[in-house]
DNA sequence: TACCTTCGTTGTATCGTACAACCAATATTC
DNA sequence: GAATATTGGTTGTACGATACAACGAAGGTA
């Protein structure tokens, strides 16, 4: 039989667990990153993506997604004009507002890296079951809307 | 009925879910780690938790386990010996090898950190069931185990 | 018209990181 | 056993990513 106590530990256990493993694979990541897109800036692709995932979007919500401040948001996005990966369109309804959309040779890059990036994590989880990666993606996607606005800022 | 084209669409489907919601993570990480323990150096937090996870180790495991340059990890040891964090214990066998220990200071330091973290996680992740707690775990431990020395340096 | 809010940029400072060159201690090879 | 490699670590230097603060421009509101 299992006491209640013991459930609450293993449950402590787990929580210790996932916040121990999505750390070290934060840490990871830049390593990882740069080894698997030397060319693009690295951060930059991230938003360059999230661009083309949301079909277009402003300089504000980048920062709100990746809750980043706008001025490194800014600096990026600026890089990210002159490498010609995106465009800025003003909004005709809001001067202040700056619609982001990739340019043919973003979206080009996008999917060069977006396919070396496939291979690595097809790679990766190659042995995984579908059933597996899709629990293991659904996990992720619940973990991460539960601290979407809930961040205090 | 199922066909297989469907089957392998849904797998890349997970696939990019997975890479989409993991990046989107690693990005957040750090604005997230400074809210939780503004007082800790940030970064050094990691490496002290780590330092007590394995109950001592060398800097040069430090560098392999979380994929950075030994020139980085030796700073922030640094930094965390200037705190009194940390103490270095030379090992009498190899007198190249320094033993890293947390110091009562340093168990002391992460163990208040530790606690805010907890809370954070216990409140993001109150709702989950145990077995969903369980099996996230055990899908993180696979997927950051699937890498740690496949990497090609 | 005068305030307040929102979106974005720029100035400045700091942190985390890598790479390269180096030193010291150990291991290997002839 | 002496010459050469390998390993663990530090320091010099440069750079990227980031935050915060001050600002400007556009739009909304009183």
């Known amino acids: 039989m299992i006491h209640v106590a013991d459930a609450h530990r293993g449950r402590e256990e787990s929580l210790d667990v996932i916040q121990r493993e999505l750390t070290a694979f934060a840490r990871r990541a830049r390593s990882t990153a740069a080894r698997l897109h030397p060319d693009l800036p690295l951060v930059s692709y991230t938003l360059l993506a999230h661009i083309e995932h949301r079909h277009g979007c402003r300089a504000t919500d ?63 989880l190659g042995a995984w079951t579908s059933e597996d990666l899709e629990q293991f993606a659904e996990y992720l996607l619940r973990y991460n809307s539960a601290g979407e606005d809930t961040s205090p800022r």
Chains 1, 2 share one sequence.
């Open 62 to 124: 980048l920062a709100a997604h990746y809750m980043l401040d706008k001025s490194t948001v800014s600096r990026q996005v600026a890089a990210l004009e002159n490498l010609g990966l995106v465009e800025r369109h003003p909004d005709p309804d809001d001067q202040r507002i700056q619609v982001l959309h990739p340019t043919t040779a973003g979206v080009q890059a996008l999917a060069s890296t977006q396919a070396s990036r496939r291979a690595a994590y097809r790679e990766r």
